[in-house]
C-alpha cells in the first residue's frame, strides 16, 4: 500500500512537471510570435511550426542546449530531410532563441552544409517557342485560347506558379500586368509585349462571356467555368503541353520557363540589378540563381576578353 501509494505520487508529480512545461513552451511560442509580428516578418505560422515541432523533440530535456539543437537536427538528416532544409531551420531557430533571449550555441559556420544541386532544368528560346504551338494546339478552341494566353504570358514574363494563380481578370491594365510576387517580394508592374496581350485579351473575352462562374475574378481557372486554377492544376497542363510539344525534360516546370527566360535577357547583356528590380525580388543575389550559364559558355566568354587569350 505504501508502495502504491508512493507510485501514485511519483505520476501525479511527473503530470505536474508536464504541465508546467507545457506552460512554459506554450508561453516561448507566444514571445516567439510577439518577436515576428512586431516586425513585419512574413511566414510566421511556418516560424511557429519549425519553433514548436522544435521544442515538442526536446520533451524534458534542456531547450536551449547545443545539445538539444544537435539532436533535433541529427533526427532531421536521419529521416531523410535534405541540408538545405536544414539550414533553414537552423537559422529559423537561431531566430527563436534571440526572441526569447536564450544565447546561441553555435558559433558562426556551424550550419548544416548545403548539398550541392543537381542540374536544374532550363528552356531554350526554341523551345519556349514550341511550347507555345503546343499550347495552341488542344482540340478545344477555348481551352487552347487558355493555353497559349498561360504559356504566352509564362514565357514573356517568366512569373512563379503562385503568381500565376493569384493574378485577376482586374490585374490586366494594358500594357501592364500588376503581379504580387512571393516570397517576401512586392507589387510590381510588369510590361506586356503586343501578341502577350492580344493571347490575354482573346482569353478574358472567354472569360466575361461565361455566366455562373466559380470565381468570376479569377484570370486562369479550371476547364471553362471551374474555379481559380490550384498550383497542381497549373503543373498538370504545363506537364501536358511540354509532352505535346515533344521537350523530354524531367521536372521542367514553370520554374525552366522563369529561368530560361532570366537567362536569356542576361546574355543579351541586361545587368543582375535591371533584373532584381524587374522581377521585384528583395535582394541582388537572388537573380544569381536563376542564371544558368554552361560551363562551356563562361570559358568562352572568359576567353573572349581575358588579355592572355588574346596573345598571339
Known amino acids: 500500500m505504501v508502495a502504491g ?28 510570435e510577439d518577436y515576428l509580428i ?9 516560424y511557429l511550426r519549425i519553433a514548436s515541432e522544435y521544442l515538442e523533440a526536446c520533451g524534458e530535456e534542456e531547450l ?5 539543437l544537435n539532436r533535433y537536427l541529427a533526427d532531421l538528416a536521419r529521416r531523410g530531410v535534405g541540408g538545405r532544409t536544414r539550414r533553414w531551420r537552423y537559422y529559423i531557430l537561431k531566430t527563436f532563441f534571440r526572441a526569447v533571449e536564450q544565447p546561441w550555441p553555435f558559433e558562426p559556420g556551424d550550419a548544416p552544409e548545403v548539398e550541392e544541386e543537381p542540374e536544374v532544368p532550363v528552356f531554350t528560346e526554341e523551345e519556349m517557342r514550341r511550347l507555345e504551338e503546343a499550347a495552341k494546339s488542344h482540340p478545344d478552341p477555348e481551352l487552347a485560347a487558355r493555353n497559349y494566353a498561360l504559356i504566352r504570358l509564362e514565357n514573356c514574363l517568366g512569373l512563379r506558379r503562385g503568381e500565376i494563380r ?11 500586368l500588376r503581379v504580387k510576387t512571393l516570397k517576401g517580394g512586392r507589387v510590381v508592374w510588369r510590361a506586356l509585349d503586343p501578341e502577350t496581350q492580344r493571347a490575354l485579351e482573346a482569353w478574358i473575352r472567354i472569360r466575361k462571356r461565361k455566366r455562373k462562374q466559380a470565381d468570376p475574378e479569377a484570370l486562369f481557372i479550371m476547364g471553362k467555368r471551374g474555379p481559380r486554377i490550384s498550383l497542381r492544376g497549373l503543373s498538370a497542363i504545363f506537364a501536358e503541353i511540354r509532352q505535346r510539344a515533344g521537350i523530354d525534360k524531367p521536372r521542367a516546370g514553370f520554374h525552366a520557363s522563369r529561368r530560361g527566360r532570366i537567362t536569356a535577357l542576361h546574355r543579351k547583356g541586361i545587368s543582375g540589378p535591371t533584373l532584381t528590380k524587374e522581377w521585384g525580388w528583395k535582394t541582388h543575389q537572388t537573380v544569381q540563381t536563376y542564371i544558368k550559364l554552361s560551363k562551356k559558355e563562361v570559358e568562352t566568354l572568359i576567353q573572349k576578353v581575358h588579355p592572355y587569350f588574346k596573345e598571339t
Open 5 to 32: 501509494e508512493a507510485s501514485g505520487g511519483v505520476a501525479e508529480l511527473n503530470k505536474v512537471k508536464g504541465v508546467i512545461l507545457n506552460e512554459r513552451k506554450n508561453e516561448l511560442l507566444r514571445r516567439f
Open 38 to 46: 512586431a516586425r513585419n516578418r512574413r511566414s510566421v505560422d511556418r
Open 64 to 68: 536551449f542546449t547545443a545539445q538539444s
Open 166 to 176: 493569384n493574378l485577376n481578370i482586374s490585374d490586366y491594365k494594358p500594357p501592364y
